[in-house]
């Protein structure tokens, strides 16, 4: 009955017009409240108590306070499940969708909330009057697709260890969705979580919510980000926050869909590490943010993977290179990974190695151990990260 009397309200305002030219729509919306048609509990200035999921909701913090009404109301009410309804904060059309999306963006386990929805708004006002989303799940199976993202996300989290530490644990987090997730741009539901946990096929948007969704249920903080890739298409992705420092994370571009760029024009199937915990000097170079929040810098290299796994060279040492080359080879790896701190350091790297055949001598130790006469090698150098790997086998 409540809402019926409230719809009728309503339609008689944006019928008619003209209540809203003499009777400006905040005293409507008092009478409304003093009369008990609605109840308006979504948010007051200075709440600390709001139900939020339990997550660190980065869009909300950083987004200015004019949002924050009508935030809460689309997240009070989404996830209740309504899928439309009159939207009470008064708020422009730009601005709800500043405040959808920003929901979105803080919460992933609004599985069946779509990206799209039809907002209706006042003729006379501006104002948003109303909104109905596209829904990706019928109400009556959301309990059961949430009981079953619950219980991929948790597949994933039982192949950590809590002894692990942070970095090992995201990192491990990025080797599953990159391992279970094919990459398909025509994928079904393919801007929501279930496309990559449940179907195993997403694109950017699925990979990044999904990463989310999980560092989210292992209490580790990571927002959504938004952007493009330089001169190409629409892009998400994440930042992550490990011991006080936040680092950019792109499972997308981890997956070995997007490492092909062997200088021989051949592939091979690796997983990219480029995109694990990197900086803002790394990842700017391609990605675009958008600029609806400021986002944290991301400046610190502790947790770079090359770093961590002794691949990060500061300078360039002839002699020490010979010598990875060749325990490389010796150890039967398949392959040598090293990342430059500095652009002379890297191109002089190249220049040694593929000018005047540094790796000749581990060459000639693999011919002798396979008995080959000959050995061909396959290369690729990522000028973007100053990353050289050289494929033996």
């Not at 009728?8 to 008990?36: D, E, H, N, W």
């Not at 997240?75 to 439309?84: K, T, V």
């Not at 950590?160 to 994928?187: H, M």
């Not at 989310?212 to 938004?226: D, E, K, P, S």
């Amino acid at each position: 009955m409540l809402k019926r009397t409230l719809a009728i309200l309503f339609s008689i305002a944006l019928a008619a017009g003209i209540l809203f030219a003499f009777v400006p729509r905040t005293t409507v919306k008092q009478m409304a409240v003093r009369s008990g048609l609605i109840e308006n509990t979504y948010y007051h200035e200075g709440d600390t108590e709001w139900d939020n999921g339990g997550v660190e909701e980065y869009y909300f913090n950083n987004l200015p306070s004019q949002y924050n009404e009508i935030y809460r109301e689309l997240y009070s009410r989404l996830s209740a499940g309504e899928d439309e309804a009159e939207i009470y904060a008064e708020v422009s059309v730009d601005d709800f969708w500043i405040a959808y999306y920003s929901v979105l963006a803080d919460h992933p386990e609004l599985f069946w909330v779509g990206s799209s929805a039809q907002v209706q708004s006042n003729a006379v006002t501006g104002l948003v009057a109303s909104y109905a989303i596209e829904s990706t799940v019928p109400a009556n199976e959301r309990a059961a697709t949430r009981g079953m993202l619950e219980a991929a996300a948790d597949e994933c989290i039982r192949q950590t260890d809590e002894t692990w530490s942070d970095y090992g644990r995201i990192k491990s987090i990025y080797e599953y969705l990159i391992n279970t997730v094919e990459y398909n741009a025509q994928a079904p539901d393919n801007q929501c979580i279930q496309s990559a946990l449940l179907n195993h096929q997403s694109v950017c948007a699925g990979y990044a919510k999904a990463f989310q969704y999980i560092c989210h249920r292992m209490g580790y903080f990571c927002t959504y980000v938004t952007g493009s890739i330089r001169g190409g298409d629409d892009h998400a992705w994440n930042i992550v926050r490990i011991d006080g420092n936040y680092y950019h994370v792109d499972v997308t571009w981890g997956d070995p869909v997007f490492a092909d760029a062997w200088e021989d024009g051949t592939g091979i199937t690796v997983m990219n590490y480029n995109y694990l915990c990197c900086t803002d000097d790394e990842i700017l170079v391609t990605h675009v943010p958008d600029v609806d929040v400021e986002l944290p810098d991301c400046t610190d290299s502790s947790y770079n993977y090359y770093r961590i796994n002794n691949m990060y060279y500061e300078t360039w040492d002839y002699d020490r290179i010979y010598n990875v080359l060749m325990d490389s080879v010796r150890s039967g790896a398949p392959c040598t990974v090293m990342k430059f701190a500095t652009q002379e350091a890297y191109e002089t790297a190249k220049y040694e190695l593929f000018t005047n055949r540094m790796y000749y001598d581990a060459d000639q130790y693999l011919m002798q151990a396979y008995g080959a006469s000959t050995w061909n090698n396959r290369y690729s150098v990522d000028d973007d990260f100053r990353v050289i790997t050289i494929q033996w086998i």
